[in-house]
């Protein structure tokens, strides 16, 4: 029997990460300072959607993790094998009084293809796929009216309809150390990060 056709079952101990963020020194673990909000977002592969938020000034740590499963505590290659339901996410945290949830949000929906079902290019597999994990009801809220504002700008351009995967995060979990600003450490690797071209009108 082969890793893969095991059905992973994850472990009640968090798997070993980084304790601190490799660009801005940040501890990559709460606490987190006071005022400070959380989104987590999966637009594929999350080596170059971690480094898309990086310069955005207001974010404080970004760091690459799994959410939307059902397995506690699962490693990469568990989450590879699509049994364990959680997408490759990037947790966000950002103060509110410097960057707008409206930013964050229009860098999402530009910056992938959320009209592809669990893909992303030729990543393919439901850890791929679009999501939009929130932790509160006015993000949750503004979510949901973002992807409608932005399914009318798909709809002018003749593209498909959005599959993001909207919803309240249950529990997020830190990638593997190796995974963690991976795009800093190793600035020629993998990025198969693309939009669709559509503008989303948002700001």
């Given amino acids: 029997m ?9 472990r009640d101990t968090p ?10 020194g940040e501890a990559l673990k709460p606490v ?16 170059g959607v971690e480094r898309l938020f990086w310069p955005v000034s207001g974010v404080l740590v ?25 997408a490759e996410v990037v ?8 960057v707008n949830l409206t930013l964050l949000l229009t860098i999402f929906w530009e910056n992938h293809d959320p009209t592809q079902l ?13 999501a939009l994990y929130t932790t509160n009801d006015e993000q949750l809220e503004a979510a949901r009216h973002s ?18 995967e909207i919803k309240p995060l249950d529990t ?9 600003q991976y795009l800093h450490k190793n600035p020629g690797g993998y990025c198969g990060l693309k939009g669709t071209g559509v503008s989303c009108p948002l700001v």
Avoid at 16 to 23: G, P, Q, V
Wanted: aromatic residues 14%; negative net charge.
């Fill in 32 to 47: 987190y300072r006071e005022g400070y909000a959380t989104l987590v977002v999966g637009m594929g592969c999350f080596w």
């Fill in 2 to 10: 082969s890793f893969f056709d095991r059905i992973p079952t994850g």
């Fill in 118 to 130: 669990n893909r992303q290019g030729n990543d393919i597999g439901s850890q791929y796929r679009s």
């Fill in 147 to 164: 992807a409608d504002l932005f399914q009318q700008q798909l709809d002018k351009a003749g593209r498909g309809q959005i599959t993001t």
């Fill in 91 to 98: 947790l966000i945290i950002y103060d509110p009084a410097e």
């Fill in 62 to 86: 970004t760091a690459a993790g799994y959410a939307g499963g059902k397995t506690p505590n699962p490693s990469y290659e568990e989450v590879c094998t699509g049994q364990t339901e959680h």
């Fill in 172 to 180: 997020f979990y830190y990638a593997e150390a190796y995974h963690q």
């Fill in 15 to 24: 798997i070993k990460t980084s304790e601190h963020h490799a660009i801005s």
